[in-house]
Structures are given as structure tokens and as C-alpha cells.
């Protein structure tokens, strides 16, 4: 067992101690949606929503970016970084399966919805960017593409 | 269904829009661009496949595909992308920029439409470019032939499906194939694509609607004094026959 594999289930504990304490007033879910139509946007919709989460269910660090950020990182307004988040391990974290939706079938959409005082009735997110190049973290960059949908 | 309507025609495109013409989608009211798109997709898996199949499948990425292996309504944005799982290679379609309208005949304007048609491989490496890299020119050179011909044996068994699309008239504007990105983001993926200037026209016309209980006409137009007529001098009918009383 590396060094790293002993860490990630203290650090996903850690993690969830903002949570805890109610700083981390924002939910984060990753929405998969299926069109049983010909083409996405036609037919019956289902919705597969998979909240990311540390340890007990709580939220990770969502932070919308400055103008400073946006302008560097060539991002649509009202763009967000939702992070540090714990990579998987056997017990929990997040796989880079999860955040890339590698398993979704063609035609399917993936948003990323946030829910909180920002977004009381929810807002969907687009991922722009992820970043998985550090061994203890992963960081999504989203930008908004409209209000939330499904449950 | 709207009394006030004009009851005219832009293309496909009649008013009003009546509750059949759709169903969960807004989509059909531009059959120009369904039909389109899936003329091309079609055309494209018939003509090619014969190579493509062999070659795809030496790139891991793209084996076991067709030549278009999904296809899409929309422009290639990088928001569209991130939004949906596509398949590679993918063909868009997408009104593209501004139309032009102007006056046709005297009773009739045109709608002079640029379309934006992309064909996206993948982002390849430069040994895969050299495997599948010169389909973008033969992608081109398909789609240039179902203009000609307005019509491909693959699609709807080689029917014209231009009258119903509400299309009088297509050219192809311009085409560039290679390395590309999209949406004028400098950011990578760089994608293996091809990109075609499209320009179709489509012309005003009255919508049926309007006379719901026309059959025809019959005019006799005659000349006199009051000492007599002459008449007809003009006589018309419609072609068909009305029964008066």
C-alpha cells in the first residue's frame, strides 16, 4: 500500500469537515439524462443524478471565479471550480470515471447541478474542465447553461 | 389554430404552426435541417463504408464505426460539446450566421440561408491522420455530388426531398478539410475535420389556409352601351370546374 492509498481515506474524512460545519452551503450532482427519442432533446427524458460528495454525504468546495480567472482561463461568465475533490479509493472518493461520464452512451447529456443560496432552485453546469493531474485531488471547472431539471 | 394568421409559407415553414406539427420538440418546424442532415449522414455511410470499415478499425478510437457514426443538429460549439456524449465521426448541421432576404419576384421573397456542415473525426495523431486523414476531402466531394444531384439512392429510396424541406434552391459556398478548432477557442482538443459553406433559398408562398373553402373560379369579363353587350371578351376558369347553385 503506497503512502497515497493511507491518505485518502483521512483526507476524505477531512474533507467533510467544512460540511460539517455548515461552510460548504452548496450540493454538487453530476445529472446524466437519456432522450429515448431519435435525437437528444426528443422523447422521454430520464435523469440519473449522482451526488459528489467527501465523507457522510457532505458537499465539496464550490467557488465561482473571479473575472480575473475567467479572462486567463478563456471561460464564460459566472464559471465555478468545484474542488478540491478526494479521488476514489476502496470505501469511497470519486472516480475519474464519475467526473468524465466515460460509461454514458452517445446522445446522452452531462451537466453538473448546483444547489444552494447561488442557485436556490438549482442551475446546471457544463463541464469545461477537469483537472486530475495531482495525486490527492481532482478539480472540476464548469460554466452555466441553464436552470435545473428533473428531480 | 389562429383566424388572424397570414397564412403564408417561408420554406416548410407554415403559419401558423398548428398542435400537430409538433410534439415534444419545436424541431420539425425546420424540416429543412432533419432532412438534410440525414440526406448527408446517409449518403455518406453508403459511399464510404467499403474503406472506411477496414481502416477503422487499425484506430482504436474509432473502430467498429461508420463513416458517420453520429450526427447532430447544432453547431460544433465547445458548450455542445461539453454537454453531450458524442460519437466520432459526427456530422453537424447548423443555420449558420446571417440570411439574407430579398425580393424574388413581385409577389414572392427569398430566404437566402448560409448552413455551416462539419464532419468531425476525432482529435488523431499524426499516424492516424495519415490513416483516415484524407476521408475529409472524399466527405467533401460526396456532399458536393448529393447537391448535384439533389437527391441520394441511400435516402428515402432516391426520392427529391427538396420540395418538401421547403428548399428551391442549394450550392455548396465553400469547404475546408484538415486540422481545425471550433467556436474560435484556442484550447485544445484540435480536432481532424472538415467544414462546408452551405447556402440554401427559400421563398415565400401563401398557405392554403387561407381559403379553406375554395374550389375555384370562373371570370367572364364583357364590354357595352346601353344598347347591348358584347361578351365575353375575356372568359377564364380554374382548372377545376365549378358547380354553382
Known amino acids: 500500500m503506497t503512502l497515497r492509498d493511507e491518505l485518502l481515506p483521512t483526507i476524505w474524512g477531512i474533507r467533510a469537515i467544512p460540511g460539517q460545519l455548515g461552510l460548504r452551503p452548496h450540493a454538487v450532482s453530476l445529472v446524466t439524462t437519456t432522450w429515448s427519442g431519435a435525437v437528444t432533446g426528443e422523447g422521454t427524458k430520464t435523469v440519473t443524478i449522482v451526488p459528489l ?8 468546495k464550490v467557488r465561482w471565479l473571479s473575472d480575473k480567472e475567467i479572462a486567463f482561463g478563456q471561460l464564460a461568465g459566472g464559471a465555478a471550480r468545484v474542488g478540491p475533490i478526494t479521488p476514489d479509493f476502496p470505501g469511497g472518493g470519486t472516480s475519474v470515471a464519475t467526473l468524465t461520464a466515460s460509461a ?28 486530475f493531474s495531482a ?15 428533473g428531480p | 389554430m389562429s383566424a388572424d394568421s397570414l397564412f403564408q409559407n417561408v420554406g416548410a415553414q407554415a403559419l401558423p404552426v398548428s398542435d400537430g406539427d409538433v410534439v415534444d420538440t419545436l424541431a ?21 463504408s467499403g474503406g472506411w470499415d477496414n481502416v477503422a ?61 462539419h ?18 476531402v472524399r466527405v467533401a466531394t460526396v456532399c458536393m455530388q448529393v447537391v448535384r444531384n439533389m437527391r441520394h439512392l ?4 432516391g426520392a427529391y426531398p427538396m420540395p418538401s424541406w421547403g428548399i428551391s434552391m442549394w450550392r455548396i459556398r465553400n469547404v475546408n478539410a484538415g486540422q481545425a478548432k471550433f467556436a474560435g477557442t484556442d ?52 382548372e377545376v370546374p365549378l358547380v354553382l347553385g
Open chain 2, 154 to 157: 441511400s435516402y428515402l429510396r
Open chain 2, 28 to 48: 420539425p418546424l425546420d424540416k429543412a435541417r432533419d432532412g438534410m442532415l440525414a440526406l448527408f449522414a446517409s449518403a455518406l455511410n453508403d459511399e464510404l
Open chain 1, 104 to 131: 454514458a452512451a452517445t446522445g446522452q447529456t452531462r451537466h453538473l447541478r448546483i444547489t444552494g443560496p447561488q442557485h436556490p432552485s438549482g442551475a446546471l453546469y457544463a463541464i469545461t474542465g477537469t483537472d
Open chain 2, 187 to 238: 484550447t485544445p482538443p484540435t480536432y481532424a475535420a472538415m467544414s462546408m459553406a452551405l447556402e440554401t433559398t427559400e421563398l415565400t408562398g401563401w398557405n392554403d389556409e387561407l381559403f379553406p373553402t375554395f374550389t375555384g373560379f370562373a371570370m367572364s369579363l364583357g364590354t357595352g352601351t346601353s344598347e347591348g353587350l358584347i361578351s365575353p371578351i375575356v372568359q377564364a376558369d380554374s
Open chain 2, 119 to 136: 464532419y468531425i473525426l476525432n482529435p488523431l495523431d499524426v499516424g492516424n491522420i495519415r490513416k483516415l486523414g484524407d476521408v475529409l
Open chain 2, 57 to 117: 478499425a487499425l484506430v482504436p478510437s474509432l473502430a467498429g464505426t461508420q463513416p458517420v457514426a453520429d450526427t447532430f443538429p447544432g453547431a460544433p460549439s465547445p458548450e455542445h460539446l461539453a454537454q453531450r456524449k458524442f460519437g466520432f465521426p459526427c456530422l453537424f448541421l447548423s443555420r449558420d450566421g446571417q440570411a439574407d432576404i430579398d425580393e424574388f419576384t413581385l409577389w414572392e421573397d427569398r430566404f437566402v440561408q448560409a448552413w455551416g456542415l
Open chain 1, 135 to 149: 495525486a490527492l485531488h481532482f478539480y472540476i471547472t464548469a460554466i452555466p447553461v441553464g436552470s435545473a431539471q
Open chain 1, 53 to 60: 460528495v467527501e465523507s457522510g454525504g457532505f458537499p465539496p
